[in-house]
């Protein structure tokens, strides 16, 4: 095992992988990653399964046996994801009996149209919850407005759930109010708080690369200087956010009927600014307690070159404060950023989906 990714595990930071792929699956390299590289979680997205679909000869015999039968290109799409899903599960199952179901995690997201509709969402959370049928998945949903209520829902029947597309504060505390909401739902029920995981993904390089292109515009020596620094600071202040709630009466009463803490992940840890070092989320948000779900690219990076000495985090809630205040001075309007990347994250998602069923529908073509 890499020594670094070993000290970064050391240091309760558990490392995902955010990519999956039958190819993956089958040729044992997923199995690889854990053993050698730490993994102990996996993501996936839209367009990572429509990628892995188009290489490859990985899925022609299940797409082969899906167009004998004539199945639609939804149920399709379900079908061939959740196999794959499935299949890590199995893979991580080991690491999530070793770590008492805290890791081990595969993480599937619901169709992102149905982003601003919470009973769908709650639908389809169900129907994936029931398909994959695994106690280590994680149900992605979408940190919207409509999505809350549909995060409060689906942990009340028990079902894990991997909050997804957050990037302000004030969404972040919603998100955490939504999760503390569905674990008092699901104790009114009797249901086991222990068996119920979940993690809030909160982005961020994405917050990155649209701050640094509103300071670039505004093109002033003390605006340039803050480039690079917002989404570290974002995610501090989220992990400042997190501290907050968890010390709460509210919270402790469900600790101690047997709940846990909705672990930080950060998410989008890839860094778009090749100017920037390829560890920048890696070694800035390195804290006890919480995920980095990492591309590969960025894995192996971590893996040769991060840098691991101590926590980065908690230590630095002042300077991020700071950041954020010479951001606004700057001339940043925190609201329209994060305003601005919600709505363009749900766009992207739901393209990413679009991308995946037409892939779908030409492979069935070619079947």
């Not at 759930?161 to 569905?182: C, H, K, P």
């Amino acid at each position: 095992m890499s020594e670094i990714l070993h000290r970064l595990s050391a240091q309760g930071v558990s490392i995902w992988l955010d990519t999956i792929s039958r190819e993956r699956l089958r040729s044992g390299h997923l199995a690889a990653l854990v053993c050698d590289k730490n993994v102990v979680g996996v993501t996936s997205n839209p367009t990572i399964f429509a990628a892995a679909l188009s290489e490859g000869d990985a899925y022609d015999d299940q797409l082969h046996d899906l167009q004998v039968r004539g199945v639609g290109v939804g149920e399709a799409a379900r079908a061939i994801t959740t196999y794959d899903i499935r299949w890590a599960c199995d893979v991580l199952r080991p690491v999530y009996d070793a770590t008492g179901g805290v890791d081990g995690r595969v993480s599937i997201e619901v169709d992102p149209r149905l982003a601003k509709d919470t009973e769908r969402t709650v639908a389809e959370a169900r129907a994936l919850w029931w398909l994959v049928d695994r106690p280590n998945l994680f149900i992605k949903i979408p940190a919207t407005v409509e999505g809350l209520p549909a995060i409060t829902a689906a942990l009340a029947e028990g079902i894990s759930v991997n909050v997804t597309l957050i990037f302000s504060l004030e969404r972040y505390r919603a998100v955490l109010d939504a999760w503390l909401s569905g674990l008092e739902a699901a104790r009114a029920k009797g249901v086991d708080l222990s068996r119920i995981e979940s993690v809030g993904s909160f982005f961020v390089s994405r917050v990155d690369t649209e701050v640094d292109k509103r300071l670039e515009a505004i093109g002033t020596d003390a605006a340039k200087l803050l480039a690079g620094k917002a989404g570290v600071a974002n995610a501090r202040l989220a992990h400042a956010t997190f501290n907050e709630i968890t010390a709460s009466s509210r919270w402790q009463a469900l600790s101690a009927a047997g709940a846990r803490p909705q672990r930080p992940l950060w998410a989008s840890t890839g860094t778009k600014n090749p100017a920037y070092s390829p560890t920048l989320y890696i070694d800035d948000l390195v804290t006890s307690g919480v995920v980095n779900t990492m591309p590969e690219k960025t894995l192996d990076a971590a893996a040769a070159q991060a840098t691991v000495n101590g926590d980065t985090v908690r230590p630095f809630y002042e300077d991020a404060w700071n950041t954020m205040a010479a951001l606004k001075e700057a001339g940043i309007d925190y609201d329209d950023v994060v305003r601005v990347l919600e709505e363009e994250g749900v766009e992207k998602f739901t393209a990413s989906w679009n991308e995946l069923i037409d892939t779908v529908s030409a492979e069935l073509n070619k079947a």
